[in-house]
């Protein structure tokens, strides 16, 4: 099944502006990230991922999995905007005693794995493409990095790990707005060329605009997919994409909006307050 009722420009900017009252009213940390994979989650739920949202275990859905699980507000957004849950419960973002916990929860419909804990993501996803071609079934694994998570070796442990069993199922998508939490990436561990690297490690690999969603839903195809080969996808994007303020600015991964902020963000997104 696949959500073909949604357009995936209108999910982002929704999801978008859910996870910014999200944040601001848990005066929580990470709108930056969010704001940033909007549109490559929006692609993913609205024309991408196979999923049923009345059966979140469904046998042949298509795995998911947030490794930079910080960014878990826009996560959870667009899980409820597709209709896992009400989107009522948003409100309990980061609340005592919510399952909308401040990193992606397992205990949320819709979420495969608790993450958060930067350089697991891509291991865990590693793991369930092999279990799908060992098991004969062709159910596909996507898992969303950041690029500051690349610093972690477990992800490159993990790469090897793909080629190696030509996991063909396996899309891994590389977050690419070019900071993290102690400044920018390249500064921090230079990970250029980056392109060059993955496909060193035996990966197909596209860059495109992380914000174009016709690239994305291209990159993103199944009939995009080489026999033997994991694909890895390198999304440039904008770290807090869609709020003027926000856009390119480190502070956003920890800052939240107050409520002229806030009212600013979604007047610029074009939805109401």
């Known amino acids: 099944m ?55 275990s469904w046998s ?46 397992h205990k949320v419909p819709g979420v495969e794995v608790s993450t958060g804990s930067l350089g697991h993501g891509l291991p865990i996803g590693t793991g369930m493409a092999l279990a799908a071609k060992r098991g004969g079934v062709d159910y596909r694994t996507f898992v969303l990095v950041g690029d500051g998570e690349l610093d972690e070796g477990s992800n490159w442990e993990a790469m090897l790990f793909a080629t190696t069993h030509e996991l063909d199922g396996l899309v891994m998508i590389v977050d690419r707005n070019g900071l993290q939490g102690f400044g920018e990436s390249e500064d921090v561990m230079r990970l250029e060329p980056l392109a060059a690297k993955l496909e060193a490690f035996g990966w197909d690999v596209m860059t495109v605009d992380g914000h174009d969603c016709n690239q994305l839903r291209t990159a993103l195809a199944r009939d995009a997919t080489v026999a033997g080969k994991p694909r890895a996808i390198i999304a440039d994007t904008i770290k807090g994409k ?32």
Request: with cysteine.
């Open 242 to 273: 869609g709020v003027s303020y926000m856009e390119g600015k480190i502070e956003w991964h920890y800052r939240s909006p107050n409520a002229e902020q806030l009212a600013q963000a979604l007047a610029e997104l074009g939805v109401d307050s």
């Open 2 to 56: 696949s959500p073909t009722q949604f357009e995936a420009a209108t999910l982002a900017r929704d999801i978008r502006a859910d996870a910014l009252r999200m944040v601001a009213a848990a005066n929580a940390s990470h709108i930056g990230t969010c704001l940033s994979m909007g549109d490559i989650l929006a692609v993913l739920y609205a024309d991408i991922l196979r999923y049923d949202v009345g059966d979140p």
């Open 60 to 105: 042949d859905r298509d795995r998911f999995i947030l490794s930079k699980g910080h960014g878990a507000a826009i996560l959870y957004a667009v899980l409820a905007e597709v209709g896992f849950f009400e989107t009522e419960l948003l409100a309990q973002y980061c609340c005592d005693g919510s399952m909308l916990m401040g990193h992606a929860s």
